[in-house]
């Protein structure tokens, strides 16, 4: 088995539970993405077990116990990852996150459940190779609580493709449920894994104060904060994204829950383009959850200076006594740096805000503190109040 020894004092931090050892923080390398490595001191003790990655990750860590890193493994963390998800109280809810990488001790390696179906993504060379254990160790896991069929998602963005890996071909348009909710996705080429489950808490925080409101879901990909607004008794939704398609799904999934169709409208357009001209009543809601503006390091002081510019315009539109819930998904960006973006764009705009309430990614979205990155999802509540 290949052995890294360590070039930096690396044993706190690793047990603390970060999962990544950095390329740089070893001496040398000899092997390749998906090997079993173990890690040592560099007096030749012990320190960790994983596999190796490509890029500037070196190895993603899965064991601080000198034991072998094998299926039993893989399957005893399966085991526990499903064991929380029977414990989580989910509500009426058939759309939920089975494993989630990092937070659940298997590196690399995220699954999705959508009613009788899973979604599995894996990042990284390391957990790819693993690709084949994984789909035949999770059937009788998956089986056992009601799931016939697994896909793979692979790459991202333009090049992201999807295969079956055993079960039947999911059907276009997918109907699941979020505690009740009834949503339309699509696991085929729908963003993500089908849709955004992380915003299961941000949905049902709508939900609960919409009544009687009118409510603007700007990013509003396939309706889900549109229809919680709806079922949560707004008077008035309007959906903005710059994608048709996933606006057919929001439409579709509002008249599919028993919602008015002249309670809700749909715009095709850019977010930026249609908050410089929007006219009309001003909604006392607004819902921003952007994409990754800052999907690399070296992108943060522009994504910055776009989230400062987004809540300006958001905060402005509001009256007095208007709701903001704005979001990033970057794991680029902390959340006093977006906390920071928040008050300088109240402050540009001379504006006075309550906070309402801050959180992050539910229970089926377990974090590792140490892993600074898995607090990726930030959402803040807040109240223009002058």
């Not at 050892?21 to 390398?29: E, F, M, T």
Request: proline letters at 5%; one cysteine or more.
């Amino acid at each position: 088995m290949t052995r890294l020894v360590l070039r930096k004092p690396l044993e706190r931090h690793l047990q603390a539970g970060h999962p990544w050892i950095y390329r740089d923080a070893v001496q040398s390398i000899d092997g390749q993405p998906g090997e079993a490595a173990t890690v040592v001191d560099r007096q030749g003790r012990f320190i960790a077990r994983g596999l190796l990655e490509e890029g500037p990750i070196a190895l993603r860590v899965f064991t601080l116990v000198d034991e072998p890193l094998d299926e039993k493994l893989f399957a005893r963390r399966l085991d526990r990852a499903l064991e929380l998800r029977e414990r989580l109280e989910l509500g009426e809810s058939n759309s939920y996150r089975l494993v989630h990488g990092e937070g659940d001790r298997l590196p690399g390696i995220v699954v999705d459940r959508y009613a009788d179906f899973a979604m599995m993504r894996l990042d990284g060379a390391a957990a790819s190779a693993h690709a084949e254990v994984f789909a035949r160790l999770l059937r009788p896991r998956l089986e056992a609580v009601g799931v016939s069929s697994l896909l793979l998602k692979t790459g991202r963005r333009g090049d992201a493709s999807t295969r079956l890996l055993w079960g039947e071909q999911p059907p276009e348009r997918l109907v699941v449920l979020e505690r009740g909710m009834r949503l339309h996705v699509s696991l085929m080429h729908g963003q993500k894994t089908g849709m955004f489950l992380d915003h299961r808490e941000s949905r049902r925080r709508v939900r609960g104060l919409s009544r009687g409101l009118r409510v603007l879901n700007l990013y509003g990909y396939n309706g889900g904060f549109s229809i919680a607004a709806g079922l949560g008794g707004a008077l008035h939704v309007t959906t903005v994204d710059v994608a048709k398609p996933a606006l057919d799904f929001a439409e579709s999934a509002w008249l599919d829950n028993g919602l008015p169709s002249d309670r809700h409208e749909a715009i095709a357009a850019d977010v930026g383009d249609y908050l410089k001209e929007a006219s009309g009543p001003r909604p006392d809601v607004i819902i921003a959850d952007p994409p990754n503006f800052a999907p690399r390091e070296t992108a943060v002081a522009d994504a910055l200076g776009a989230y400062q510019r987004l809540h300006r315009a958001c905060l402005t539109r509001l009256p007095p006594g208007g709701i903001y819930l704005a979001a990033s998904c970057s794991s680029h960006i902390d959340g006093s740096a977006f906390d920071a973006s928040l008050r300088e764009a109240a402050a540009d705009a001379r504006l006075i805000v309550q906070r309402l309430g801050s959180w992050g990614a539910p229970a089926d979205h377990p974090r590792i503190d140490a892993l600074v990155q898995s607090h990726y999802l930030k959402v803040r509540l807040l109240r223009r109040i002058a």
